[in-house]
Each structure stands twice: as structure tokens, then as C-alpha cells.
Antibody, heavy 117, light 113 residues
């Protein structure tokens, strides 16, 4: 079964940091371009960024609101994707999903990050 | 950035009737070298993550009922549900993967009339 499982969400103060892992199974993780997408409460979907497969250079790209604050990385030996978030702002409060591919399939269940004092 | 605009924002349709959702991109998402439209459709039910319905604008994901269809090219796309079922109540999003930042439409909330 193809599966993505995010973890690591929680409550963090503005200016704080958090790292979200996403464990993948059921597909060849090392070949997949991996993405993070977020959804603020009651709002739509927003692409956060992606990391290409190593065969495509393993490079990362980010949306403007998170560029310079968030870092996406991957450990293909552990089939795990990461999102390192720093200098968090209240507007980063959202459910964070990891998802695979150029079109996004599959998706994890998401993990809620709340940035509040 | 490519802006994706869906219409309408919400839609109420009777069971068994047709539902149509439109999506317009601010620039073409048709890649001339392979003649593919870099456009996907997603369905999100309350409390669940989105799931893909169509990619390449009209390629149905395995397991998606054939009452769903995707069409369009260039900048104008349509998601059609030919005969609405109760389980189709959801928010639907289009998304372009032609260029980064990948962008979504604002979503269309589909309800039963």
C-alpha cells in the first residue's frame, strides 16, 4: 500500500522552529519528486516547496512566503522527507501535507502546526 | 506566477444532475514539446487530505468513477460530474504543475441542492 505519514506538528511560538518528518512506503521513494503543501484553517491549498529526486539533481524550490525560512530535505536510505521550519510566523499556522510527484499523488493525512504565543 | 481562477466559488446541484466547475489559468499550461496540459484536479472531503481525480487535464486516476470527466486545453479547463451522487459533496481544486510555484485554484465547494 502506498502511504505517506507526517508527524512532528504541534504548538510553537512565533520565531520558533519545528521539523516535520514524512515517512514514505509502498513506492520507490528515491525516484519521486516530493512536495510539501499546506492548508490554513478553513482556507485553500498552498504549495510550500519540493525536492527533486537525486537523479534529477535533488534540488529544492520554495514558495515565496517561506523561502529563506523553510528547508526541504530527504533521506532516501530512510524513505523519509523532511520540512525544517524556522522563524515561524502566525500565518504559517496550517495543516502540512507531504505529497509525491509532479501532480500530487498520494497525500499524507497531514500534521497541524499552530504558531501562537 | 500562474494564477488559477475557479468558477463558481460554490455550487449546489440536485442529485442525479450535472455539475460543472471551470478553471482558468493566467497563462497557458500546455507544453508544446509533448502537447500535454500540466493541469490536475483534486477532490477534498471534510477532514480528509485531497485526492487526485485527473492529471494531464483529462487522464482519470484509476478508481475514479467515470461520471467524472476532465477537459480543456491551454488556459481553460472544466471538471464535470455527469450525475451527482451524495458522496461527491466536497471541495474541488484545480492545480497547475507547468511551472513553479505550483499553484491551485481557490476551490469550488460542491453541495447538494
Amino acid at each position: 500500500e502506498v502511504q505517506l505519514v507526517e508527524s512532528g506538528g504541534g504548538l510553537v511560538k512565533p520565531g520558533g522552529s519545528l521539523r516535520l518528518p514524512c515517512a514514505a512506503s509502498g513506492f520507490t521513494f528515491s525516484n519521486a519528486w516530493m512536495n510539501w503543501v499546506r492548508q490554513a484553517p478553513g482556507k485553500g491549498l498552498e504549495w510550500v516547496g519540493h525536492i527533486k529526486s537525486k537523479t534529477h539533481g535533488g534540488t529544492t524550490e520554495y514558495a515565496a512566503p517561506v523561502k529563506g525560512r523553510f528547508t526541504i530535505s530527504r533521506d532516501d536510505s530512510k524513505n523519509t522527507l523532511y520540512l525544517q521550519m524556522s522563524s515561524l510566523k502566525t500565518e504559517d499556522t496550517a495543516v502540512y501535507y507531504c505529497t509525491a510527484g509532479r501532480w500530487f499523488d498520494p497525500w499524507g493525512q497531514g500534521t497541524l502546526v499552530t504558531v501562537s504565543s | 506566477d500562474i494564477v488559477m481562477t475557479q468558477s463558481p466559488d460554490s455550487l449546489a446541484v440536485s442529485l442525479g444532475e450535472r455539475a460543472t466547475i471551470n478553471c482558468k489559468s493566467s497563462q497557458s499550461v500546455l507544453y508544446s514539446s509533448n502537447n500535454e496540459n500540466y493541469l490536475a484536479w483534486y477532490q477534498q472531503k471534510p477532514g480528509q487530505p485531497p485526492k487526485v481525480l485527473f492529471y494531464w487535464a483529462s487522464t482519470r486516476k484509476s478508481g475514479v468513477p467515470d461520471r467524472f470527466s476532465g477537459s480543456g486545453s491551454g488556459t481553460d479547463f472544466t471538471l464535470t460530474i455527469s450525475s451527482l451522487q451524495a458522496e461527491d459533496v466536497a471541495v474541488y481544486y484545480c492545480q497547475q504543475y507547468y511551472s513553479t510555484p505550483y499553484t491551485f485554484g481557490q476551490g469550488t465547494k460542491l453541495e447538494i441542492k
